[in-house]
T-cell receptor, first 112, second 112 residues
Framework: DAGVIQSPRHEVTEMGQEVTLRCKPI?????LFWYRQTMMRGLELLIY????????DSGMPEDRFSAKMPNASFSTLKIQPSEPRDSAVYFC??????????FGSGTRLTVV | AQSVTQPDIHITVSEGASLELRCNYS??????LFWYVQSPGQGLQLLLK??????LVQGIKGFEAEFKRSQSSFNLRKPSVHWSDAAEYFC??????????FGTGTQLKVEL
């Protein structure tokens, strides 16, 4: 099993640009989570999906952030327009029925 | 609401010494508890988890943790630390529903 796959690993973009982060969960996992990690705020849950349906997006910081899961094997997190304060490491994780997440390696986003 | 407290932000131990990382949780019913480790530039890796049964759980890399309901604690231990254990450690809790709440992490430094 290849684990949770995130792309890109690193993204540098200019303020105001659109950024799309991608995630492929582990096959058979029915829950998918997007987290943001910063030094100041630690790990923050942004949104999670069960069976491709968004269940809780209360952590999405503002309307500039959106997430989709069009099928069981793919999810995107989009930021439009991006701002310097969005700079962080974004993690995707997936989970099956036994609890405990499997995390991807993360996308390090830098907005300049 | 569920929450996790990791009171130690940084811990330094000598290689070969024993280790205990503290974790206190808040949850109204029986929690599901987890410890994760994050090496620099990497995602989080699951060390061990507690759902029910034996309150002493064994994990990977020689780690163990003990669930103490009376103290609302789930401390992580290792009898002899190796230099490769230097990383950040996160405790997490869920009451079900698959939504994990993470602590702020403990940064472990190992002196040779």
């Amino acid at each position: 099993d290849a684990g949770v796959i995130q792309s890109p690993r690193h993204e540098v973009t200019e303020m105001g640009q659109e950024v799309t982060l991608r995630c492929k969960p582990i096959s058979g996992h029915n829950s998918l989570f997007w987290y943001r990690q910063t030094m100041m705020r630690g790990l923050e849950l942004l949104i999670y999906f069960n069976n491709n349906v968004p269940i809780d997006d209360s952590g999405m910081p503002e309307d500039r952030f959106s997430a989709k899961m069009p099928n069981a094997s793919f999810s995107t997190l989009k930021i439009q327009p991006s701002e310097p304060r969005d700079s962080a490491v974004y993690f995707c994780a997936s989970s099956g029925t036994a609890y405990g997440y499997t995390f991807g390696s993360g996308t390090r986003l830098t907005v300049v | 609401a569920q929450s996790v407290t990791q009171p130690d932000i940084h811990i330094t131990v000598s290689e070969g010494a024993s280790l205990e990382l503290r974790c206190n949780y808040s949850y109204g019913a029986t929690p599901y508890l987890f410890w994760y480790v994050q090496s620099p530039g990497q995602g989080l890796q699951l060390l061990l988890k507690y759902f029910s049964g034996d309150t002493l759980v064994q994990g990977i890399k020689g780690f163990e943790a003990e669930f103490k309901r009376s103290q609302s604690s789930f401390n992580l231990r290792k009898p002899s630390v190796h230099w490769s254990d230097a990383a950040e450690y996160f405790c997490a809790v869920t009451g079900g529903g698959n939504k994990l709440t993470f602590g702020t992490g403990t940064q472990l430094k190992v002196e040779l």
